[in-house]
């Protein structure tokens, strides 16, 4: 199995930037897909962004064209950069892979948009 750990959150105004890291303690090549993930208390963890390994991207209707997802293979790190955030993208963010079944979650990362 292989651990994730997330980075990169914080607190952020509205129409901010932050851009989330996630690093694998193993291989991530291996992993044909990867994603990010959110979650708020008393909601389901929801699918926010996916990459191939070849580096094809897709997101959720409500991230396209605000968030670019992006992988490293060779440093086992898959990126989210989020820009023109909004209050509703306040959320804890998770990566896992995004085919087959899905490793440990990590701890995740917050991400809070408020002024």
């Known amino acids: 199995q292989v651990q994730f750990v997330e980075s990169g959150g914080g607190l952020v105004q509205p129409g901010g930037s932050l851009r989330l890291s996630c690093t694998a303690s193993g291989s991530i090549d291996t992993f044909a897909r990867m994603g990010w993930y959110r979650q708020v208390p008393g909601k389901a963890r929801e699918y926010v962004a996916v990459i191939s390994n070849d580096g094809v991207p897709g997101y959720v209707g409500f991230v396209e064209g605000r968030f670019t997802i992006s992988r490293d293979n060779a440093k086992s790190t898959v990126y989210l950069q989020m820009s023109n955030l909004k209050p509703e993208d306040t959320a804890v963010y998770y990566c896992?892979?995004?085919?087959?079944?899905?490793?440990?979650w990590g701890q995740g990362t917050q991400v809070t948009v408020s002024s």
């Open positions: 896992n892979t995004a085919v087959g079944r899905p490793q440990p």
